[in-house]
């Protein structure tokens, strides 16, 4: 399954590549900050009809078109573009996220960062690779000394006085705080250990399926903000290396 993961995520990596920097359709999805483009649906429809193709059956979670239900024990956790407002501004931060499940447990996933032609994949009791190469969370223990990543969601008015809480919380207690406006790629980065920890609230189960696993397989922890374990549907997310995770959540839970 991986291999077959791998091979579509090249294959909608090269329909977003092509697309980047031309002329192409945008449509809101509720807020002017929310939006997708055509590229977002051409690279999706793609994934789905290779799916269907290769794994007849199998059900479908994607962003853009929603739930595919069947009886299966599988389904396929979608995110055509994860970073589409980076894309649709030319910023070359975005990548392509596929995750599969088998009931409530991520077993195998790839985020393809489209414009540094970056794979990395994942499967469950496997580990974790970039470019087929196996990478590892680092070993920093400190806070004060980590960089750390950051994402908000589109929806501001709910949580923004939290999220901006939380922001100058953290900024004063570690190195540094980044956003590059793909979780996807954040998670990444935190898995080979470029990135110390990340959080963010109001992620989609697109947002981070792939991720999840790849975290965890590079010997990482992922949590709510409390540091409790959590499902792809959970509305809190915070990763790290595993040894700041406690003083993260420390500065988050409240």
Not at 146 to 153: A, K
Request: glycine share 10%.
């Amino acid at each position: 399954m991986i291999d077959k993961i791998l091979e579509i995520s090249k294959e909608a990596g090269e329909i977003v590549r092509e697309g980047f920097g031309k002329r192409f359709a945008i449509e809101f999805k509720g807020t002017k900050s929310n939006i997708v483009t055509e590229i977002d649906k051409k690279s999706e429809a793609a994934i789905i009809e290779f799916i269907e193709k290769e794994f007849p059956g199998h059900a479908i979670l994607a962003e853009e078109s929603g739930e595919h239900k069947s009886d299966s024990e599988y389904t396929w956790v979608i995110d055509p573009i994860d970073g589409t407002t980076n894309f649709a501004h030319g910023l070359p931060i975005f990548s392509v996220s596929i995750g599969v499940t088998k009931g409530d447990e991520i077993v195998a996933g790839a985020i393809y960062d489209v414009m540094r032609d970056v794979m990395y994949s994942t499967e469950k009791g496997a580990g974790a690779f970039r470019n087929g190469e196996k990478i590892n969370v680092n070993d920093r223990n400190d806070l004060k000394e980590s960089l750390i990543v950051t994402g908000f969601p589109y929806n501001t008015d709910k949580e923004s006085e939290r999220n901006k809480r939380h922001f100058l919380s953290m900024l004063d207690e570690c190195r540094g705080v980044r956003r590059l406006g793909s979780a996807a790629i954040d998670l990444c980065f935190v898995a080979e250990g470029i990135f110390d920890g990340f959080w963010e609230s109001r992620l989609h189960p697109w947002d981070v399926c792939a991720g999840y696993l790849l975290i965890e397989e590079a010997g990482g922890r992922i949590s709510n903000y409390a540091n409790e374990d959590i499902t792809i549907f959970s509305t809190e997310t915070l990763a790290s290396n595993g040894k700041i995770h406690a003083q993260m959540s420390e500065l988050l839970n409240n």
